[in-house]
């Protein structure tokens, strides 16, 4: 029997056998069978990870508590801090509180200290070293947002921010 006669024949074109060039080599198939296994796993971890990602930033954004809480806050905090600095440079013009009330208001009234979410307030609340005002939020944002209250020290400025 020749070593012809022991050979596969291939039976079509297509039949992996046909390929004489490639030899059939069992440790070979095992690698690139756990490489592929491997591989599949690193990328559906890497697809479920990011799905999941998305999930979770999706659901902030949509019901996380503080996102545009938090912004219309800060609205309410520089308009604070406006007021204050208003209030500050009127109290150093003559040293009296009571006298920087009737520019602040007048102020107030004009739209000076008005955003989009909140104005503040013309009310003064002066106590020996300083004073308070407080934010009134938009109708549609009041049981959200709250009312920002800020209290301040006429020669330094230092102010304490309370939201209620």
Do not use: C
Not at 143 to 149: E, F, L, N, P, R
């Amino acid at each position: 029997m020749s070593s012809q006669d022991t050979q596969p024949q291939p039976t079509h074109a297509t039949d992996w056998r046909a390929t004489a060039h490639t030899h059939y080599n069992p440790s070979n198939v095992e690698e690139v069978g756990l490489f592929t296994w491997l591989f599949r796993i690193a990328f559906t971890a890497l697809v479920v990870g990011l799905a999941g990602l998305s999930v979770i930033v999706v659901v902030l954004v949509l019901f996380g508590p503080s996102g545009q809480h938090d912004s219309r806050r800060s609205e309410g905090e520089q308009l604070m801090g406006s007021a204050r600095d208003f209030l500050r440079v009127e109290y150093s013009k003559n040293g009296s509180s009571e006298a920087t009330r009737e520019p602040f208001r007048h102020a107030v009234a004009k739209g000076e200290f008005t955003g989009k979410y909140f104005s503040v307030s013309g009310d003064i609340v002066f106590n020996g070293e300083g004073g308070t005002i407080h934010t009134e939020p938009g109708q549609s944002y009041k049981s959200v947002d709250g009312t920002g209250y800020m209290t301040w020290d006429w020669r330094s400025g230092n102010s304490l921010i309370d939201w209620r």
